[in-house]
């Protein structure tokens, strides 16, 4: 469905998007790096809303960047989605289905009843946004991105500052749409990639290192992620730079870390998940200043 050919972003003569290439079919895709890995970047030039540099991305066969009919077919939803304080959820929608120039305007009203009912907002519609939760918004916005429903849904951190109940109610909305649409989420939230996403790609540095399926992370903390029961003293010495994660026991910490060798002559290899993997990976990246 989308795909992109040598897609890449400079900004003054430096990579934001080194140039890569990707095919995303239907289902949810998580892109995952940490800050400055070039997300935001790579989103926005899938979603026809950045000129690239070099290469393009097409969506059955249109390039994101031909006009308002592959626009509409590209549901994108920012980070920091906002709307005015004052409209009702449903005068919003009302009023980004007749911009969006979709169908009749009893087509446009019976859209934006389909996408309240599918955000679970039917019932708060007529009260004014600034009564709502930084949830219900995040809900309103992916509901506007679905307007005219478009085949491609791009959503940047949309589960952020969220209770555990909206992220869950929120990653349910996302799933059901990945049944017959391309889903790419963006997330520094690991839980939310690894309940549902089947495929990952992860930025670092404005690079590709990885894109493929989610249990295929494990594999870069594999034979490298080790588990032992050290002293305090020797969890003190490697807690400031290597420590995944520590647990007290009765007689000391229980050390997880991820090394090339056995940090202690106690260490043990450990099974790694994908969330372990995708530290590893992460860890090994050179730490490049300004990004
Ligand atoms: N308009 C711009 N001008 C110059 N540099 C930019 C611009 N936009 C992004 N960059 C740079 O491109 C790189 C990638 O930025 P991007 O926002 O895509 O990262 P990100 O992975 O989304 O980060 P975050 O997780 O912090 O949101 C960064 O080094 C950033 O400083």
Redesign the pocket.
């Known amino acids: 469905m989308l795909s992109a050919t040598h897609l890449g972003?400079k900004?003054?003569g430096?990579?934001?998007?080194e140039p890569l290439s990707l095919q995303l079919n239907q289902g949810m895709y998580g892109l995952l790096?940490?800050?400055?890995?070039?997300?935001?970047?790579?989103?926005?030039l899938l979603a026809g809303l950045l000129a690239p540099s070099t290469g393009d991305a097409v969506i059955n066969g249109l390039s994101v960047r031909s006009g308002s009919n592959v626009r509409l077919q590209i549901g994108y939803v920012p980070?920091n989605f906002q709307m005015y304080p004052q409209l009702t959820a449903r005068e919003w929608l009302r009023h980004v289905a007749k911009l969006k120039g979709i169908g009749t305007r009893k087509e446009q009203d019976a859209e934006v009843e389909r996408l309240l009912h599918t955000v679970h907002l039917t019932a708060r519609a007529d009260r004014p946004a600034r009564t709502y939760s930084s949830g219900m918004v995040k809900r309103l916005g992916i509901a506007q991105a679905l307007l005219g429903s478009p085949v491609v849904v791009i959503v940047?951190?949309p589960t952020t500052g969220l209770d555990p109940e909206e992220r869950v109610r929120l990653r349910n909305v996302l799933a059901e749409l990945a049944l017959s649409s391309v889903v790419l989420l963006?997330t520094?939230v690991l839980s939310d990639v690894e309940s549902s996403c089947g495929n990952v790609i992860v930025?670092g540095?404005?690079k590709l290192h990885y894109k493929g399926r989610l249990a295929g992370l494990a594999h870069f903390a594999e034979g490298r992620l080790w588990e032992w029961e050290a002293s305090h003293h020797e969890w003190q010495a490697i807690a400031q730079e290597r420590l995944l994660a520590a647990r007290k026991t009765a007689d000391g910490v229980l050390c997880r870390v991820i090394a090339d060798e056995p940090p202690s002559p106690y260490a043990a290899a450990a099974v790694p998940s994908m969330e372990d993997g995708y530290l590893a990976l992460i860890g090994s990246l050179p730490d490049?200043n300004?990004?």
Do not use: C, F
């Open positions: 972003k900004y003054r430096i990579w934001a998007l790096g940490p800050n400055g890995a070039g997300k935001s970047t790579l989103m926005r980070q940047d951190e963006s520094h930025l540095n404005g490049v300004g990004r």
